[in-house]
């Protein structure tokens, strides 16, 4: 049975929000850094380093995360414009994980050495990832299924593998969380793989 226009939603709507959230998010993620009364009064390359080492790595990483789930997040509403009430709140949901990133960002920046921070932090990714993975599998097309969706699950495994090991090192768990990145070209591979298939049949 076909829904009315009145059951949908237009994500026109919620794509207007979702880039004033993403703004403020992605600002207030240098909220947190040392202000210059942490500093002494004639600062060197060393207390500068101490400071601010471990608070820029981790803006930088969150910061690429939520850049990664914003172009992730657009895409998806470009191709599904109309959506169910319970999709508008799954995307509602994600909002709010996006929100709290940078509280988990300052966590971690502050804590990075402590294995229950960096679990917490990567748990918060794991979910924020595997919503929007969720919301690519309902909102996909047919011909989308291979890629965009491949694209969008493949920084799931790779954050929930990088949380699994912050209980052992959390440091090096951090840098393995980078491979995440590569979700984009895992989703351009699948969709080349599939039109060389389409190809091959024509």
């Known amino acids: 049975m076909t829904e009315s226009a009145s059951d949908l939603f237009e994500m026109r709507r919620l794509e207007s929000l979702s880039n004033t959230v993403f703004g403020v998010a992605m600002t207030l993620l240098a909220y947190d850094l040392p202000k210059s009364g942490a500093l002494p009064a ?10 601010y080492a471990h608070q820029l790595s981790g803006l930088a990483m969150s910061f690429l ?3 990664m789930f914003w172009l992730s997040h657009h895409r998806r509403l470009a191709l599904a414009p109309e959506a169910r009430r319970g999709v508008v709140m799954l995307n ?16 971690n920046a502050n804590y990075r050495d402590n294995s229950t921070v960096a679990v917490i932090y990567g748990l918060h990714l794991t979910l ?14 047919p011909r989308a299924a291979d890629s965009e969706f491949a694209g969008a699950l493949f920084p799931v ?9 912050a209980l052992f090192n959390p440091v090096y768990a951090q840098a393995v969380m980078f491979l995440a990145f590569a979700g984009p070209v895992v989703g351009w591979w699948q969709r080349r793989r599939r039109m060389a298939k389409a190809g091959a049949v024509d």
């Open 42 to 51: 004639v600062p060197d390359w060393t207390s500068l380093y101490r400071a």
């Open 65 to 67: 995360i939520a850049g």
């Open 92 to 107: 509602l949901l994600f909002l709010m994980l996006i929100v709290l990133l940078p509280a988990s960002n300052a966590l």
């Open 128 to 141: 924020l990832a595997a919503v929007n993975a969720f919301l690519w599998y309902l909102a996909r097309p």
């Open 157 to 165: 495994g790779v954050i929930l593998a990088s949380t699994a090991m």
